[in-house]
């Protein structure tokens, strides 16, 4: 069974703080995908980023930056430098190779940049 | 990026109702999905189409019935709604992978219809 886990409910920083998202999964599959989406109060999801199991290279877009570990099945993301427009609802997710693009999605941590 | 629409973006109802949330995209994507919100914020699949007249039930059972007659379009139906029915619901689509192609699509999202059932 797949499953992802984002232990940290809620976060809350002052702007130009870095602020790291966890995001740790489990599965069984050898061949899988991995996603952040943002949801802003305006309730649509963005998507951020798609990692596949076998590219454990960093990524970085402007202040953006996203760590794949498979050895620690983590997949965190980093926002330098925060601004109140990063204040959202962050989602991690993760599907399976070969065919089914299912998502299993973490419960989210809602992030909160203050002034 | 797609563009994917969804209709009304806020419906209040009572009880009883029979209401359809609308679902379009115009990018042609052969996928499509309809996710359940929770208050908690926990996304949950509830149906899934991967064509023309396909259509599958998701992951978290749902008293709601989904159509795919058009590619583009891809309609919740709700016979009698309840205020256990009261939630955010999304839709997604992603586009077919190409032939002898591997990886995962990418779903993207509409903004999604906030649903209140009184």
């Known amino acids: 069974a797949q499953k992802v886990t984002q232990a940290q409910t809620e976060i809350s920083v002052v702007e130009k703080e870095d602020v790291t998202l966890d995001c740790v999964y489990e599965t069984r599959d050898t061949t899988y995908y991995l996603f952040w989406y943002k949801q802003p109060p305006s309730g649509e999801l963005v998507f951020l980023i798609r990692?596949?199991?076998?590219?454990?290279q960093n990524e970085i877009s402007g202040r953006y930056s996203w760590n794949f570990q498979k050895s620690t099945s983590s997949f965190n993301f980093t926002i330098t430098a925060s601004q109140v427009v990063d204040s959202a609802v962050y989602f991690c997710a993760l599907s399976r190779g070969g065919g089914s693009e299912k998502l299993v999605f973490g419960k989210g941590t809602k992030l909160t940049v203050n002034p | 990026e797609a563009d994917i629409y969804q209709t009304p973006r806020y419906l209040v109802i009572g009880t009883g109702k029979k209401i359809t949330l609308e679902c379009s995209q115009t990018m042609g994507h052969d996928k499509m999905y309809w996710y359940q919100q929770d208050p908690g914020m926990e996304l949950h699949l509830i149906h899934y189409s991967y064509g023309v007249n396909s259509t599958e039930k998701g992951d978290l059972s749902s008293e709601s019935t989904v159509s795919r007659i058009r590619t583009e379009h891809f309609p919740l139906t709700l016979e009698s709604a309840r205020p256990s029915h009261t939630s955010q619901y999304l839709c997604?689509?992603?586009?077919?992978?190409?032939?002898?192609?591997?990886?995962?699509?990418?779903?993207?999202f509409g903004p999604g219809t906030r649903l209140t059932v009184l």
């Open positions: 997604a689509s992603s586009p077919r992978r190409l032939a002898g192609g591997v990886g995962t699509d990418t779903q993207y």
């Open positions: 990692r596949n199991s076998f590219d454990e």
